[in-house]
T-cell receptor, first 110, second 116 residues
Framework: RKEVEQDPGPFNVPEGATVAFNCTYS??????FFWYRQDCRKEPKLLMS???SGNEDGRFTAQLNRASQYISLLIRDSKLSDSATYLC???????????FGRGTSLIVHP | DTAVSQTPKYLVTQMGNDKSIKCEQN?????MYWYKQDSKKFLKIMFS???????INETVPNRFSPKSPDKAHLNLHINSLELGDSAVYFC???????????????FGPGTRLTVL
């Protein structure tokens, strides 16, 4: 099992749709979880951290399921500007070394 | 007041040459990283440097050598460049968290390396 796995997509959705991505991780001792966004030919930027209790930022909701070892990202009311690659990041258990997933591509069309 | 800066932004060079990429962060972070993003867009960590401790990814050829003159700088030197080194190289920085974890990483704009 890979350390961090994501469905590469692409997820092709119309504006206004709700879309969800999952990311599974293999190391049960992992402690830090993030979602980053990367636009084409740009650097990754933090979208949101993922906390044990779950967290929400506007149209974006992140959840952590430690029992099943996955994190999720829910995007409501998709905008054209949400089109990007969404990267899941998990730190290696017991260390500060982050591991990136391969990313999930989202395309929002009119 | 760019947080993480890299130079150069583009680098085109011949096989066999030696080149360096520079990275600087003004965020006061204690950890810096180098990542390679290949044509398949997979972002893979190469090195991490924290408080004078260098963590090396075993899959990185020893032609790649990071150099950190101080906490705010982490440069990447590449010897004998090969075609397969063509990629985008990102520098990043963050603070580490006790007892084990990573705070938000801030990335530089990337250096697009093309080896001919």
């Amino acid at each position: 099992r890979k350390e961090v796995e994501q469905d590469p997509g692409p997820f092709n959705v119309p504006e206004g749709a709700t879309v969800a991505f999952n990311c599974t991780y293999s190391n049960s001792a992992s402690q830090s979880f993030f979602w980053y966004r990367q636009d084409c030919r740009k650097e990754p930027k933090l979208l949101m951290s993922v906390y044990s209790s779950g967290n929400e930022d506007g149209r974006f909701t992140a959840q952590l399921n430690r029992a099943s070892q996955y994190i999720s990202l829910l995007i409501r009311d998709s905008k054209l500007s949400d089109s990007a690659t969404y990267l899941c990041v998990v730190n290696k258990g017991g260390s500060y070394i982050p591991t990136f997933g391969r990313g999930t591509s989202l395309i929002v069309h009119p | 007041d760019t947080a993480v800066s890299q130079t150069p932004k583009y680098l085109v060079t011949q096989m066999g040459n030696d080149k360096s990429i520079k990275c600087e962060q003004n965020l006061g972070h204690d950890t810096m990283y180098w990542y390679k993003q290949d044509s398949k867009k997979f972002l893979k960590i190469m090195f991490s440097y924290n408080n004078k401790e260098l963590i090396i990814n075993e899959t990185v050829p020893n032609r790649f050598s990071p150099k950190s003159p101080d906490k705010a700088h982490l440069n990447l030197h590449i010897n004998s460049l090969e075609l397969g080194d063509s990629a985008v190289y990102f520098c990043a920085s963050s603070n580490t968290l006790a007892p084990g974890g990573t705070d938000t990483q801030y990335f530089g704009p990337g250096t697009r390396l093309t080896v001919l």
